[in-house]
Structures are given as C-alpha cells and as structure tokens.
C-alpha cells in the first residue's frame, strides 16, 4: 500500500489515528544521473556515494550529545531507539539505498527532533553534488507489516549543493509528526553539517 506522497513544507500526523505505532523505518533512496556524455562517448564519473544521517535535536534545535548524531560511523545513539542500518556505496538499483530505524516510543524525552539529512562522502575531491543524483527521495514505512506511511520525493533542482536536509520527525505534545523540508546545504562532511546544531 502506496503511502501519502508529500510536497515541500508540508506537515503530517503520524502517531495521531494511528493508535500502537512507535516502530518506523525511515528510507532514503537515491540514483546517479546519467553522466554527461564527451566527444569520445561516455564520460566515466566515480561512484556518488550518499550518506543518510539522524540528528536527534533537543526542543530548542541543538545537538546535546554526540552520540545524538546517527551516521556511518556512528550507528545508534545511546539507548538504540535511532539505528542506522549501514552504508550504501552507490545508490544503484531499486528499493531504499539507506534506512534509519527509529523506535518513536523509546526516544529519550530531551530528544523532540529527528532530523534526516544525506551528504556526499568526499564530495569535495571527488567534486560531486546533488545535481549528479536523480530520483531523491524520503519515506516513513510502519516497521510491523511494512506499509509506507508517507513519501516525499525532492524534486528540486539541488545543482551545487553537497548535502540534503530531507525532512524531519518531530513530537507535537504526545504525538510525532513528520515534516518534508527538501532543503539543500553546503556541507562537505556530515561533522560540519552537525557543528550548526551545537
């Protein structure tokens, strides 16, 4: 069953009517674009090798803990209710490339944001951005039975950029919602994306 495709800004009621629902999967899915084509035919890019972080952001946006950033190198935060579920190194074929599993329930209360970013590792050397990926997009999948919940493709242009703030789950009083932000960043690595939460 198809979820409710989003549109950028726009905000949505996960828990609410939805009563037992902690257990969800947030995935990100990505293809290279086709590269550009040369005189001599192909032009041969290196692999754009797209990495999905979580930033768990207290009430007033900040970063409190360094384990509160759930990335590659830094798997799950403290009580594991935020787990990423490991590194993709090019986004070819169908089906989420990256998932982060997030247990709604059992996020630590000073935690009231998950903000879902992807960067593109050694983006700078390898002189990539998000203009050279097709087909972005974030979902939210009920973890018990697997039915997409919600969907937001990013459509935007994101030519010159080398990260992505995709979208965010955030509590409204006992509830969590998620927003589709589709923003994109300058941040070669996802440490300096993390330093403007700190």
């Not at 949505?12 to 290279?32: C, E, M, Q, R, Y």
């Not at 990539?128 to 990013?154: C, H, P, T, W």
């Not at 703030?165 to 960043?185: T, V």
Request: proline share 2%; charged share 20%.
């Amino acid at each position: 069953m198809a979820g409710i495709n989003l549109v950028k800004g726009q905000k949505i009621d996960l828990t609410k009517g939805n009563a037992g629902l902690s257990n969800v999967i947030v995935g990100l899915g990505w293809d290279p674009a086709e590269p550009a084509r040369g005189f001599f035919g192909v032009k041969k890019q290196a692999n754009i090798d797209c990495d999905a972080s979580a930033l768990l952001l207290s009430e007033n946006g900040k970063l409190t803990n360094k384990l509160n950033l759930v990335c590659f190198h830094n798997k799950q935060n403290a009580n594991s209710s935020v787990v990423h579920s490991g590194d993709n190194l090019t986004g070819e074929g169908d089906g989420d490339d990256e998932q982060i599993k997030v247990n709604l329930k059992a996020i630590p209360a000073d935690v009231h944001k998950v903000l879902v970013v992807v960067n593109i590792y050694d983006a700078v050397n390898r002189k990539q951005d998000f203009g050279m990926i097709k087909s972005a997009y974030i979902r939210i999948v009920n973890a018990s039975g697997n039915s997409e919940l919600v969907k937001f493709n990013l459509t935007d242009n994101y030519t010159g950029f080398t990260a992505l703030i995709c979208g965010e789950l955030y509590r409204h009083g006992e509830e969590w919602k998620f927003a589709a932000i589709g923003e994109g960043a300058h941040a070669a690595h996802i440490n300096q994306l993390a330093e403007r939460y700190i």
